[in-house]
């Protein structure tokens, strides 16, 4: 690795979008090509490394609401009951805890900063929890602005859009209306995030852009790869073919499943 990559500050990557998306799936296969280029990556998920009252919340998922555990799989089909339920009183409760997740978010990306990575990449992001409100109501809608301000804004920040029928059959968790209505709320939020949005496309397709963009930001930072080391001033090139298990999947990292 170039040894002028550890004075410059690590360049941050969110992925975000509805369940089913093919989160996992890009993410895998973002951070084994910079790994094979001999870029530094860390990774943080946001339900295991930022969120706060996790057991309270998984608690409340599984008990006040009848919610089914695990993740669900096309083989293996769960009810969830969290992030989907819509009762008013869920409101104010989701401003609170969006509220101290967007500060664990802040330190949790202040401290990953000094780690010595390159590169960043979040599994989830705070958007992740703001596309659960519906920024159409003035009071929630300067609420979500005022979240945005608070959390760091990532150099880049993906949300993989995806049709809702195919992205349940990948991954049946949520009733087919709760992510169509989710993926119009992902969509809007996008508009006041600066998200960079991916269309459904082939997975494939989806990683090539995905890779394209970012070996671009490094390049623009000066950062280069170990197949750009013998020739200074290339862009980092590194190959954006999927292997058969990496663009076929479907399992979340996330040891808990994210909720409310």
């Known amino acids: 690795m170039n040894q002028k990559t550890t004075a410059r500050a690590p360049t941050l990557v969110s992925f975000s979008g509805i369940d089913g998306a093919g989160k996992s799936t890009q993410i895998e296969a973002l951070q084994a090509r910079l790994n094979e280029a001999g870029v530094r990556v860390l990774l943080v998920t946001f339900w ?23 993740v669900g799989t096309p083989d293996r089909p769960v009810n969830r009951q969290d992030k989907n339920v819509q009762s008013w009183y869920m409101t104010p409760v989701r401003f609170c805890l969006y509220f101290v997740d967007a500060v664990s978010l802040r330190r949790v990306v202040a401290k990953t900063r000094k780690a010595g990575a390159d590169v960043i990449i979040f599994d989830r992001y705070v958007y992740d929890e703001l596309a659960n409100l519906s920024v159409r109501n003035p009071i929630t809608r300067a609420y979500v602005r005022l979240l945005l301000r608070l959390a760091l804004k990532p150099d880049i920040s993906y949300l993989l859009d995806a049709d809702p029928v195919q992205a349940r059959a990948r991954k049946p968790e949520y009733p087919l209306d709760f992510l169509r209505t989710s993926r119009a709320s992902y969509l809007a939020l996008s508009k006041l995030a600066g998200m960079t949005i991916i269309a459904p ?16 930001k490094l390049s623009a930072e000066g950062l280069q790869g170990k197949e750009a080391e013998d020739s200074a001033g290339e862009e980092l090139r590194v190959s954006v073919e999927l292997d058969s298990s990496i663009a076929h999947g479907t399992g979340s990292r996330d040891a808990r499943p994210f909720t409310l």
Do not use: W
């Open 201 to 216: 496309q082939p997975a494939q397709e989806v990683a090539k852009q995905i890779l394209q963009q970012v070996t671009k």
């Open 48 to 70: 295991n490394d930022v969120a706060r009252l996790t057991r309270i919340r998984e608690l409340s998922g599984h008990t006040l609401f009848q919610g089914d555990k695990g």
